[in-house]
């Protein structure tokens, strides 16, 4: 490599870590995986002409979200087939690939509302990984090159794959889910060895088509301590983020027909939210204890007339604000007792749902973006605004931008 090639290269590694701050949105539902966004200057009005930064078409669709780091930004896309899946590595500048990771994989089934390519990846201030289900997990460098890869095995479903791997002082922690062994891991994300391994034994009546956790897991404080919450098929559990121990669980996520988690948990104010979908229980429990916390810490429990539920709302002030992706509607929660303060129709959400210099921004399956005020006392829209085309991918915010992926296209909005 000559010495302008070298500088060049240099250069970029330097600007990906130089820029990679706690205003990116290196992983699913941003840096502390709440979907809170920092800074102030987001747009909340855009259409096809206007506040649109730049625009770039992808190669094959997908459902997984970008991320935002330093000056790239980073999209999972998968051929129809899901024989190749792929990494992008765009510039935030202008939109312009600067690289394109690919593996093969064998066949897998999916549902057609989850097309392959539907993780997101996360990125720390020098590495990038992505989970592509059965073809295995993968870290690259700045440059993109591969600096290790890990196979976990086969997970294969009807409804396909989608839980995402997150970064936590240098460890991958990902929820391995749905498959013939589940379990929740973390690996160390120099070296790609596993630090440890936590199954997860599934122990209900439903026939495995009928079962899985999607889930992607979230970390946060309890008593002082740093725990990894992750909602399974049947239950929220609590885990020492440094041995991998089963700390706690809350039962009460099983359904009548269903045993299955799409979203992830909602963690605030020292109480844990968790949903069930395809119309499985709602429900909310005080954090701390240890062991089966479920009858000492139970706040609410609702088992029937639960919509469906595929991406993450927000806690924000004793309320939680969901996305319900059938019926379409967008709903505010009281977080301590479960009564529905106020139900609006909307277009059906897969996305979750971002908060963002005082608004909430909820992107509907048709690319159509709502924006409103967190108001528990009645909804209060401020905009709404379509792209069109399709999309089940949550934004990205950083730094006043917003970055938004529909099944043909990845946008940069910006005022």
């Known amino acids: 490599m ?6 060049v290269v240099c250069g970029l590694a ?47 669709a997908g459902i997984g979200s970008p991320i935002v780091a330093g000056d790239r930004v980073f999209l999972v896309s998968a051929t129809e087939d899901g024989r190749k899946r792929s990494l992008l590595c765009f510039a935030r500048a202008d939109g312009s690939l600067l690289w394109n990771q690919t593996v093969e994989c064998g066949e897998e089934p999916t549902h057609k509302q989850n097309p392959f390519g539907s993780t997101t990846p996360a990125a720390s201030a020098d590495r990038v990984v992505v989970w592509h289900s059965s073809a295995g997990l993968y870290c690259y460098d700045s440059s993109g090159k591969e600096l290790w890869s890990r196979d976990l095995g086969d997970f294969k479903h009807i409804w396909g794959y989608g839980s995402s791997p997150i970064i936590h002082n240098g460890k991958v922690v990902l929820q391995t889910g749905p498959g013939a062994r589940n379990f929740l891991t973390a690996i160390d994300l120099n070296t790609g060895k596993t630090l440890w391994e936590t199954e997860e034994k599934y122990s209900g009546s439903k026939g495995a088509d009928d079962v899985g956790s999607w889930s992607t897991p979230v970390v946060t404080q309890i008593d002082g301590k740093e725990q990894i919450i992750c909602a399974m098929e049947t239950r929220v559990n609590g885990y ?176």
């Not at 990906?16 to 102030?40: C, H, I, K, M, Y």
């Not at 303060?341 to 048709?366: M, P």
Request: proline share 6%; net charge negative; charged share 20%.
């Open 240 to 415: 020492d983020p440094n041995s991998g121990q089963l700390l706690w669980w809350c039962n009460g996520l099983d359904g009548s027909r269903y045993d299955a988690v799409s979203s992830s948990p909602l963690v605030g104010e020292g109480i844990c939210f968790a949903m069930a979908d395809l119309r499985g229980p709602s429900l909310a429990f005080r954090l701390g204890g240890s062991g089966d916390i479920t009858q000492s810490n139970l706040l609410w429990r609702v088992d029937k007339r639960n919509p469906n539920s595929v991406g993450t709302g927000i806690l924000l002030d004793g309320h939680i604000y969901r996305p319900n992706s059938g019926p379409g509607t967008i709903e505010c929660l009281d977080v301590k007792t479960g009564t529905s303060l106020w139900e609006v129709r909307a277009k059906d959400h897969w996305a979750s749902f971002v908060l963002a210099d005082g608004h909430i921004y909820a992107l509907s399956q048709r690319g159509t973006t709502m924006v409103f005020k967190p108001n528990p006392e009645k909804f209060e829209e401020v905009s709404k605004n379509d792209l069109g085309g399709e999309t089940n991918a949550t934004p990205a915010f950083a730094d006043g931008q917003i970055f938004l992926r529909t099944d043909t296209h990845l946008y940069c909005i910006a005022k």
């Open 2 to 7: 000559n010495f302008w090639r070298r500088l």
């Open 14 to 60: 330097c600007n990906w870590l130089s820029g990679t701050a706690s205003a990116d949105w290196p992983q699913f539902r941003g840096a502390n995986g709440n979907g809170v966004a920092e800074g102030t200057g987001y747009p909340t009005a855009w259409g096809p002409e206007e506040s649109i930064k730049w625009k770039v078409a992808l190669p094959h």
